[in-house]
T-cell receptor, first 110, second 111 residues
Framework: QKEVEQDPGPLSVPEGAIVSLNCTYSNSAFQYFMWYRQYSRKGPELLMYTYSSGNKEDGRFTAQVDKSSKYISLFIRDSQPSDSATYLCAMSGGDDKIIFGKGTRLHILP | DVKVTQSSRYLVKRTGEKVFLECVQDMDHENMFWYRQDPGLGLRLIYFSYDVKMKEKGDIPEGYSVSREKKERFSLILESASTNQTSMYLC??????????FGSGTRLTVV
């Protein structure tokens, strides 16, 4: 079983819809959970960061961590064409080793 | 605004050339990383460094070496470039809490 699983997509949704992106993982030692957004031909940029379980909200973005299910989610409300990008989940046990998902390509259709 | 700066956005090199990719961060981070990113394979860790003059192999170190002589600078070296090293190379540095900041990437083509 891979440490982190992420559906590669592409995921296409109409503008204004709620987007749900997910990752599952196998290592119960992970404590830090991150979501990165990567536009074409650019480096990934940190979008959301969560420690342990729970929810975190930042504007239109909400990150959820369910450690009991080993499942993390990123929700995007009122999606915009500018949200079209690849979204990577990442997680760490605090030991300097960060494991990335392979990324989900998201297209927001105007 | 914190920054990780990679010296080149695009590079074209010939097979067998020695290639240097330079990376500088201004955040006083201890940890620095080199990844390559390929379609369908995601991000793969080549090398990382947790202190000056210290380095650790990542998942795919073969054909690469690194140098960290100063805290802010981490260089990736392709000793003898090959076509299968054509890729997007991403440098990154991280805080103690594990959040990682990436550079803009260098797209290397080996012909």
């Amino acid at each position: 079983q891979k440490e982190v699983e992420q559906d590669p997509g592409p995921l296409s949704v109409p503008e204004g819809a709620i987007v749900s992106l997910n990752c599952t993982y196998s290592n119960s030692a992970f404590q830090y959970f991150m979501w990165y957004r990567q536009y074409s031909r650019k480096g990934p940029e940190l979008l959301m960061y969560t420690y342990s379980s729970g929810n975190k909200e930042d504007g239109r973005f909400t990150a959820q961590v369910d450690k009991s299910s080993k499942y993390i989610s990123l929700f995007i409300r009122d999606s915009q064409p500018s949200d079209s990008a690849t979204y990577l989940c990442a997680m760490s046990g605090g030991d300097d080793k960060i494991i990335f998902g392979k990324g989900t390509r998201l297209h927001i259709l105007p | 605004d914190v920054k990780v700066t990679q010296s080149s956005r695009y590079l074209v090199k010939r097979t067998g050339e020695k290639v240097f990719l330079e990376c500088v961060q201004d955040m006083d981070h201890e940890n620095m990383f080199w990844y390559r990113q390929d379609p369908g394979l995601g991000l793969r860790l080549i090398y990382f460094s947790y202190d000056v003059k210290m380095k650790e192999k990542g998942d795919i170190p073969e054909g690469y070496s690194v140098s960290r002589e100063k805290k802010e600078r981490f260089s990736l070296i392709l000793e003898s470039a090959s076509t299968n090293q054509t890729s997007m190379y991403l440098c990154a540095s991280s805080r103690m809490d594990g959040t990682i900041t990436f550079g803009s990437g260098t797209r290397l083509t080996v012909v």
